[in-house]
Structures are given as structure tokens and as C-alpha cells.
């Protein structure tokens, strides 16, 4: 479902305070892997090993800088916005950190919604509404009329990450290939 080869990402940074030099300093350098459909995978790792950095060129939220990434059979390092978009909906990284991962001016509702408004799920409001309702319900929020209408600071860290994570694994992030 998913392979990632040789993938790297460098980042330019200025050499010294008030010079205009740059240097190159690599984050990624040369990670290989593949998900097999229907696997979960984890990715853990010293603080700083870029962890966070492969799950956002897995998502093309960063540009690869070299490599190749493989989903479901189309190289998208290589696809349009358009076609990355749709590609999109069938991927998701979870962060460890729910304190970090949740808007902390999202209600629930909000946040579990945001992605269904984006994709265009659900035709009306009432119909992403019992979508929302038995999200929650499948990751344990229940009942979920108490939860929906809460904030990520009313809920409990492992509350919080039970909406980002229904496995309920904790490794830093994980590449949950959808489908």
C-alpha cells in the first residue's frame, strides 16, 4: 500500500547569525520502508531522528527533497495538488502528543467534522453529525452526545488520544495507510 525509497529532506540554514551563507542540514537521509495494506505501522526513534519530518513527506505537507514515495501504486512525489488531494483521504499520520495534535479552540464536533467538510463527506450537516457521533462511538467517547460538545482541554490526554488513534498505540507517529 505504501513504499518509501531512499527518501531525504535537507533543509537550508543560515551558517552563522549575521551571515548570508547557508548551509545544507540533512533531517532525513535516505529512509526506506513499505506498509503492506491493511498494516498498521510505527515509527519510533530518539527525539530530533525525523520521525515527524517522514510523516509529513509521506503526506507531501513537506517536499521530498530526494526519493520516492509509492501509495496504493502512484508515485506521489511526483502527482498534481488535485491528485494529491484525493490521494489524501485514504492516508493519516497520528502524533504521540495529543496536547499538540488537537485545536484547543476546536469543540469536538469541530475538529472530528473538519475533515468530512473537506473532503466533502456527508451531504448535509445532520448526516456528518451522526458520522461525528459514531466516530466517537468507535474510538470508546461514550456516550458520544457528552463528549462532542467538549474541548481538548476538557478531555483526558488519553481521551484526546483516542480521538486521534482508535488502535490506541503510543510510539510517536504512525502511518495508518486507510484502505
Known sequence: MLSVENLRKY?????????????????????????????VFAMVGESGCGKT???????????????????????????????LKQVRRKMQVVFQDPYDSLNPRMS??????EPLMTY????????????????????????PEEFIERYPHELSGGQRQRGRDSQGARPDSQLHPRG
Open 11 to 39: 533543509f537550508e540554514v543560515e551558517k552563522r547569525f549575521l551571515s548570508r551563507s547557508k548551509t545544507r542540514v540533512s533531517a532525513v537521509d535516505g529512509i526506506s520502508f513499505e506498509i503492506p495494506k491493511g498494516e
Open 108 to 113: 469536538v464536533r469541530q475538529i472530528v467534522s
Open 120 to 143: 466533502h463527506i456527508g451531504t448535509s450537516e445532520a448526516e456528518r453529525e451522526g458520522i461525528v457521533l459514531s466516530v466517537l462511538k468507535s474510538v470508546e467517547l461514550e456516550p
Open 53 to 83: 519530518t517522514t510523516g509529513r513527506m509521506v503526506l507531501r505537507l513537506l517536499d521530498v527533497s530526494d526519493g520516492k514515495i509509492v501509495f496504493d501504486g502512484v508515485d506521489i512525489t511526483k502527482v498534481s495538488q488535485r491528485k
